[in-house]
């Protein structure tokens, strides 16, 4: 096992027939993070999911979960996984508790165990007021609460998520986002999702995956674009944008058209002065340094230059 982590992945690889949806894909997540992986519908994310979660044999290559290989082991690993997949199967004929208390057993937990185990499920997620309730007659919101429940019943070291905001409206996809977030650090959570705005906010870490290829395990590391400065200066443009651009390291200082008047951006070298650099040059000058912010890397950005240069270098 060449990487070590709570959950890895070693080249995999997954054919259907002649055609491949998973290339050589390789990571490690390690205990506690939220991962984010990233990608357009038909890039693989589902197919990784599968397979990391025991419900698919790869074509190639491996995978661990807590250091159980997926392929010899995938009942095993079921035991430390919370799985929701995209449209979580659940019982319509059932009401909420009669699922949840059915699931635990199936997951081998019973008793006063199996009681705890909904009761906690069911504060977590606030399913309180609908647990008599069919869940047929439920919300998608309430439905995708119902499906994180179950996954939780075993007390699970892992969770893995795919698409879980899907068709929810806005108030439950906050719901949600806000409740995956709160796994941090508690457990290892992997979630899959087509929508960027959803895994930029979720996750800690982006992995970004395109036609069955990884084409980084950590996103905001690998923007090629230089580190960049937001600063609100108080003085004439033609005066400021000369004194930002005689900062060395400055490699361009223009107007912020997108913000308030009098809002530059500054790219820069990455000196780790270079901020102190900024503000220096403009308070000498005379003018009134009112704000100056570092500006993270955009996850859109970095994913647009990812796939461009990617698919560029396919194309020659």
């Not at 635990?104 to 199996?114: L, N, T």
């Not at 500054?266 to 704000?291: K, N, W």
């Not at 996850?299 to 990617?310: A, C, H, I, K, N």
Request: glycine share 8%; hydrophobic share 45%; proline share 5%.
């Amino acid at each position: 096992m060449p990487l070590v982590g709570a959950i890895v992945a070693d080249r995999l690889v997954k054919h259907y027939g002649r055609r491949p949806a998973v290339r050589g894909v390789s990571f490690s997540i390690q205990q506690g993070e939220v991962v984010g992986l990233l990608g357009p519908n038909g890039s693989g994310k589902s197919t990784i999911i599968r397979i990391l979660t025991g419900y698919l044999p790869p074509s190639g290559g491996a995978a661990w979960i807590q250091g159980l290989d997926v392929a010899e082991e995938p009942l095993a690993i079921r035991r430390d996984i919370g799985y929701v997949p995209e449209d979580a199967p659940i019982y319509d004929s059932m009401r909420v508790g009669e699922f949840l208390r059915f699931m635990a057993e199936i997951k081998g937990v019973s008793g006063k165990a199996a009681r705890r185990a909904v009761g906690s499920a069911c504060e977590r997620l606030a399913l309180a007021p609908v647990f008599k309730v069919g869940i047929g007659k439920l919300s998608r919101g309430y439905r995708q609460r119902v499906a994180i429940a179950q996954a939780l019943l075993s007390d699970p070291p892992i969770l893995v998520f795919d698409e879980p905001t899907n068709a929810l409206d806005a108030y439950q996809v906050i719901a949600i986002r806000e409740l995956i977030r709160s796994f941090a650090g508690e457990r290892t959570v992997l979630v899959a999702s087509h929508v960027l705005t959803e895994i930029e906010k979720i996750a800690t870490r982006v992995m970004i995956l395109l036609d069955g290829t990884l084409l980084t395990a950590a996103a905001l590391a690998e923007t090629r674009h230089a580190p960049s400065f937001r600063l609100r200066i108080a003085g004439p443009r033609p005066g400021v944008v000369a004194a930002l651009g005689k900062v060395r390291g400055v490699l361009s200082a223009d107007l912020d058209a997108s913000a308030s008047a009098n809002t530059y951006v500054v790219a820069t070298d990455s000196r780790p002065e270079i901020a102190a650099d900024l503000a220096r040059a403009v308070v000498d000058q005379g003018f009134s340094l009112i704000e100056l912010t570092d500006v993270k890397p955009d996850l859109e950005r970095v994913f647009l230059d990812l796939t461009q240069r990617t698919v560029e270098a396919r194309a020659a």
